[in-house]
């Protein structure tokens, strides 16, 4: 077999399925993406998000059942959370909140 | 009546437009679906150097997210992020090429034939030790093999993305090839 052919068999191979990204890039990245969205705009209201089937956190639940204009419905918590701290900084960390996304991204 | 059942490329794009409307936790499930095999496949192409791909990790989801509104659902949203990460870890792979300098131009290489890898090493044993060379090479032959093996391309489309000719290319392919092989066949590696 000659090295090219050998070299492309090589390089081919499936990539080994166990590698996760580390939970704390997952953090960066969506808070990341986040900053981008809103240079954008201002986001979806929580009202909206849960009406598209997509959970809320407590936090955001409960301001989202209070009587309040676009901005405070828009306005990211997770900014101001202590989850999204936790997430960006440690793996594995101890978050366990019911559709928090820097919950959802530790590798468990 | 036949029913329809929602196809992958109808909740990519599905997705991608709720994305595209700011909705903080459908950029999550975006963020939580597509990072591992991201994450896998820029990983496994700047072995060993790990300490980039963070950040072109990052990159390719920014780059992504300032593209989505123009993601028609044509393809796998997997696939089209994988594109993304295909260019970057290119970008990469070109700006090292032009700043680290060329070996000395090679003597004559060894007669190319690799060992027959079905007979060597299993497919995991075998993906381990050419990380493990690779990671041994200096830069230079390791970010050639990459591009050319890992990523498919020719001497010439990696010559005309240097700034380098075609020959000068082919000369460090053949270094490259005879150092990997010579490791290869060494016990130790």
């Not at chain 1, 990341?32 to 009406?51: M, N, R, S, W, Y």
């Not at chain 2, 093999?145 to 000369?171: C, D, F, N, V």
Request: hydrophobic content about 40%; some cysteine.
């Amino acid at each position: 077999m000659n090295d090219d052919l050998w070299l492309e068999q090589l390089a081919d191979m499936p990539l080994e399925e166990s590698i996760l990204a580390p939970s704390c890039l997952k953090s960066r990245v969506y808070s990341a993406l986040i900053v981008a969205a809103e240079a954008e705009g201002p986001l979806l209201p929580l009202t909206d998000t849960k009406q598209a089937g997509r959970g809320l956190c407590v936090f955001e639940h409960l301001v989202q059942i209070l009587p309040s204009p676009d901005a405070v419905q828009s306005f990211q918590y997770c900014k101001i959370c202590h989850a999204r701290v936790l997430g960006e900084r440690v793996e594995k960390a101890p978050i366990f909140w019911p559709c928090c996304p820097y919950s959802e991204f530790q590798n468990r | 009546m036949p029913v329809t059942l929602p196809t992958t490329l109808d909740s990519d794009l599905a997705l991608a437009q709720a994305v595209v409307a700011r909705d903080r936790k459908a950029a999550a499930e975006f963020v939580q679906t597509h990072s591992d095999p991201l994450y896998r496949y820029v990983r496994s192409r700047l072995q060993p150097r790990f300490e980039f791909v963070d950040d072109i990790v990052q990159e390719v989801f920014l780059t992504a997210w300032k593209s989505l509104p123009r993601y028609r659902g044509e393809a796998p949203l997997r696939s089209w992020l994988l594109g993304i990460a295909r260019h970057k870890v290119e970008d990469h792979y070109r700006e090292r090429l032009r700043n680290l300098p060329l070996p000395d131009d090679a003597e004559d290489t060894l007669p190319l034939s690799g060992p027959d890898l079905d007979a060597t090493l299993d497919q995991a044993r075998a993906q381990q030790a050419a990380g493990k060379i690779l990671t041994a090479l200096p830069e230079v032959y390791r970010l050639v093999l990459l591009w050319r093996y890992w990523e498919h391309r020719s001497a010439e489309e990696m010559a005309e993305r240097t700034g380098k000719t075609p020959k000068a290319i082919e000369r460090l392919l053949a270094r490259a090839r005879q150092e990997f092989r010579v490791l290869w066949l060494t016990p130790s590696v």
